[in-house]
């Protein structure tokens, strides 16, 4: 994973925000889905050229929309196993888009990703996110800081696919900048491990939300631009200036 090569992609902007600026991943829009995940599930896609991509999550995981939404426009088919109980707007996306959604007894997240991963397995399709190729399209997006670096990278972090992208970046073009993780998500064992040589780079620094990843940040505006309400926005009070707030998407569709 080390000696992947960065591809060349089209950068997403960087705007200023008072004294802060923002990566823009939010501005990647396919299908009416936005942000990093649909950029690292294309990435998985056309790496693989396997026709299908399989995932998992929480009935409130934007990775379901993400996926689905790559998968469309790739042709692709998308099959995601989340927990059982009411339909999300985010799992309702993904079917919108032509996913099939399977919600499973008992929910919780390892039973989830065992399903997926065994469904996977047997049709020889992709898993989740840790992919090089996606963490290579993250770190690929890094080249936009190369004219103005910020002080400091803050990073929502549920999977951790992201934050080793922006390290693996950061490496890659030798900027030394230092990056606060918010850790909006559950645990995630397998990719701990497999990103533990990145996710614990000593340009890390971890910290946490008070809030729960179930519980939606109420403040979910900075300078006009809508904020995840539970990734992004959970970051707001860890803000200073000089800063750099990686927004890695907005849902389309109103927490309920």
């Not at 499973?104 to 997240?109: A, H």
């Not at 696919?161 to 950061?170: K, R």
Request: charged share 20%; proline share 8%.
């Amino acid at each position: 994973m080390d000696d992947s090569p960065i591809p060349d992609v089209d950068l997403t902007p960087v705007t200023v925000h008072g004294d802060i600026l923002m990566k823009r991943d939010d501005q990647f829009v396919l299908h009416g889905v936005n942000g990093s995940k649909v950029m690292q599930a294309l990435a998985i896609l056309d790496s693989t050229q396997r026709g299908g991509i399989v995932g998992y999550g929480g009935r409130r995981s934007n990775t379901a929309a993400a996926m689905a939404a790559a998968a469309r426009e790739r042709g692709a088919a998308c099959h995601f196993w989340a927990p059982s109980g009411a339909m999300t707007p985010e799992l309702q996306k993904a079917i919108d888009l032509g996913a099939t959604v399977n919600q499973v007894k008992p929910g919780y997240l390892s039973n989830c990703r065992a399903q997926a991963a065994k469904y996977a397995d047997f049709h020889g399709l992709p898993c989740g996110l840790v992919y090089d190729s996606a963490i290579d399209a993250v770190a690929a997006q890094v080249r936009s800081l190369l004219d103005t670096p910020p002080t400091r990278i803050v990073v929502a972090s549920g999977g951790y696919v992201l934050l080793s992208g922006i390290v693996l970046g950061l490496r890659a073009y030798e900027l030394p900048i230092p990056v606060l993780s918010v850790s909006v998500g559950g645990s995630h064992p397998p990719m701990a491990h497999y990103l533990g040589k990145r996710v614990n780079d000593p340009l890390v620094e971890h910290v946490s939300p008070d809030l729960p990843y179930e519980e939606a940040a109420q403040e979910t505006q900075y300078d006009g631009v809508r904020l995840d309400p539970f990734y992004e926005a959970k970051c707001i009070p860890f803000l200073e200036p000089g800063d750099l707030l990686w927004n890695s998407g907005i849902r389309t569709w109103s927490p309920e």
